[in-house]
């Protein structure tokens, strides 16, 4: 009736209803982008906001802390836990928890010591059965909650415990095992950075390929009948994201330059954000996070969808581990103990993956640790004793929950869930 | 406008047709005889007090429950609805009354949960025009189907389980309390909508409490009482008369005396 008016005179099939305003100009987009934040959709604003007031004070405090060499060292240490941090996200997605990944860390650790430097065997076979022992870890605890319904806070806790003393079983008396220094692991965790070339055009090709998607769809939309972004706005994007992403290439490449480890935890990061907004199982991951009983009714077999995320947090904790190891060259008692469980957590959070579950994005990972690791360095540089960084972190990750928590109640009071 | 349309309608071809339906639980028959016929372009609803079998005959036709006697035949043949999967293969497609939705998810998402297009990398553009144009068909009033559930109405949610449901081309649909818990506009809305789905050549069985949402859009009423069929009505029948026949507070056969009088207790207790 009126529906058919107004379509008449407006052809886009999105843009019939006339109560709807639509971010279509640059002015509407920053308007729209403001409203989102105040009805508690964030983002990753807060991760942005608190970058740039550590940064400011850490710098002010020693000015050694935005350096380049400080920074490469940092990525450095992003690259291990992010890694775990990423298997978080996973798990979190779907609601649930896992508390043991700094155990099943440093459990993949110790095994990687054993397999590869006491045993003898081949490094990549000592990596692989690493990688699906921690699999194998995942799977018992899905299988535990898929088939028992035990909860996974439990589970994983007793879990932490359990891989912990295994670790100990593990490494024996000496209580560590040190990695041979110059074997390719090693270096990697270490030295290796990317040619200052190859960054650049990584850089280049990131923009790029989100110029070509974002034409594509476009051109297939307008086919179609549906609004569109125009032309000078993926251009104006593409180049944002060159130009930020070349600016932070050049200035690591004063430094030491880019690590390949760093290099690695983005890929895994790209690979895991496509796999969880363009996939099928993505959808199932963030439904059966929503809203578990409607994911079943849709058909979505939620025990495997569990399944995958259970398995995929353990197995990237191990990798974490692995990365761990070759960092500090070595497999000890110590490794994944402490704060690591925390600050992969943490991280997680503070880059904006909900604790309640349906709401997250693998670049959380990515951000979440830029941040604690900052802070962790930071306090480094300063010569603080662990008593206050632990205290500091602490205080972080409460922070982090606590807007996280408001935010929530806020898009629930907006309708955005 | 409705009471235009609902004249106009004469009942297509015969959907689904129930004959001698029984149900039994152990000891419990659920459902005793059930014949029930619904038509294509017709709305039946089935009504009835709580326990009188609406629920588990609307579980045996979304293949939830199997009967344990009794002949379905749905469009033309004998069916053996074993799981909701063949139900829904059939063409019988079931929208619950609520948990069907997953709030943090748009509207396109929702549409096409459990069904997307080309899974390894998603086509978001053909499920989005799809969604478009499930929506425009009911006329539905959805701002835009990229907003998360959450932001939308009652109603408005009903419309998205309702197009979901239609994303399968069915050629029944089941409601379950499709006005419950929504207020005055958003009902009226739902039953716009119910309109728009007959005008589909669709059968449709709806169930409910809400006499004035049945007599508002249902071509028959069917009434259950305790697992039995007891009388069937056409939309002008008087509250009163459907009340009686739902309660069987005021029957008037004899043969249906007996019964009453063995359940005595029960209807008594009832204001």
Redesign the interface.
Known sequence: ?N?ETQ?GSAPL??R??V??KHADTIGGTIGAFIDRVRSGDLGSLPVIVGLIIICTVFQSLNPVFLAPNNLVNLLFDCSTVGVISLGIVCILMVGEIDLSVGSVSGFSSALLGVLWVNSGWPVAVAIIVALVLGAAIGALYSFLFNRFGMPSFVSTLAGLLAWLGLQLYLLGSSGSINLPYGSPLVNFGQTLVMPDAVSYALAAIAGIVVFVTGYR?AA??RV???SASSLGRLLLQAAAVIVILEFIVYYLNQGRGVPWMFGLFVALCVIMNYALT????G??M??V???R???R????NVRRIYLSAFVLCSTLAAAGGLLAAARLASASQQAGTGDVNLNAIAAAVIGGTSLFG??GSAYSALLGIIVIQSIASGLTLLDLSSSLRYMITGAVLAIAVIVDSLARRS??S???? | MPESDRQDSAPGERVLSLRGVSKHFGAVSALTDVDLDVHAGEVVALVGDNGAGKSTLVKVLAGVHQPSSGTITFAGKEVVLADP?TALGLGIATV?QD???????DVV?NIF????LN????D???M??RA??LL?EL?A??????E?????SGGQRQTVAIARSLLTEPKLILLDEPTAALGVAQTAEVLDLIERVRARDLGVIMISHNMEDVRAVADRIVVLRLGRNNGEFGPDASNQELVAAITGADENSVSRRATRRRSQQAPEARP
């Not at chain 2, 009033?141 to 990229?146: C, D, F, L, Q, T």
């Open positions: 009736m529906q379509q099939l999105d019939s209803d109560r709807v769809t297939r939309r179609a009948g549906l363009r996939t099928k199982w959808r199932s963030t439904a996070g929503g809203n009983e409607a994911a009714r849709a058909g979505i349906g709401r898009r629930l907006h309708g955005r869930a | 999967a619950f948990l069907a939705l997953c709030e943090n998810l998402a949960l459990g069904r997307e899974p390894p990398r998603l978001e553009v053909s989005e025009i478009w144009t425009n006329s009033r959805i701002p835009s189907v990229r998360p559930v959450a932001s939308l």
